[in-house]
């Protein structure tokens, strides 16, 4: 039986902030447009702030904080630990909000890479630690009143999420 992918070396290095998973199929497909499961993280704070983040290298405006789902993980355990990856914060999931996809949902990267998301969005809270740029993904934190989110500059994905949720 042929191998259903092209042999060749896989010994490649994922770039940061990508899974190992993800830098083999790069390997195969090159920039090509992946559909792959995520989930976004609202943290909300006791007088109902959310936290924003920006990153490294986008200049599209503010993002909501969240990441791809890894092989053997739940959507929950991946907003877990990303929370604790890229703000060094525990977080407890409130309510999962809703699962989200589509045209607005499609990212390229700054290096080329095409991805279509489907994410689960989960409203948080923190349970220990302070936000901050805790790896090399983000640049900023912050936190935002609900007034204040209809006047920021968002990313496509983060805007699009913001008002499906009734946050904007």
């Known amino acids: 039986m042929a191998h259903p992918l092209p042999l060749r070396s896989y010994r490649t290095v994922a770039p940061v902030g990508m899974s190992a998973h993800i830098g083999r199929l790069r390997a195969v497909v090159g920039h090509e447009l992946l559909l792959l499961p995520s989930v976004s993280v609202l ?7 959310v936290l924003l983040v920006r990153h490294a290298g986008h200049a599209d405006g503010w993002a909501v904080l969240g990441g791809a789902v890894e092989v053997g993980e739940s959507p929950a355990e ?10 060094g914060t525990e977080v407890r999931l409130t309510r999962l909000l809703n699962v989200l996809g589509g045209p607005d949902y499609e990212v390229t990267y700054p290096n080329g890479d095409r991805v279509a998301y489907v994410t689960a969005v989960y409203e948080a809270e923190i349970i220990s630690g302070v936000p901050a740029t805790a790896d090399d993904e983000l640049s900023d934190v912050a936190w935002f009143s609900p007034s204040e989110l209809g006047q920021l500059t968002l990313s496509r994905l983060s805007q699009a999420l913001l008002q499906a949720t009734g946050h904007i």
């Not at 943290?43 to 702030?49: F, K, S």
């Not at 991946?78 to 703000?87: G, L, P, S, V």
């Open 78 to 87: 991946t907003a877990i630990r990303e929370a604790r990856e890229e703000i």
């Open 43 to 49: 943290p909300v704070d006791e007088v109902g702030r």
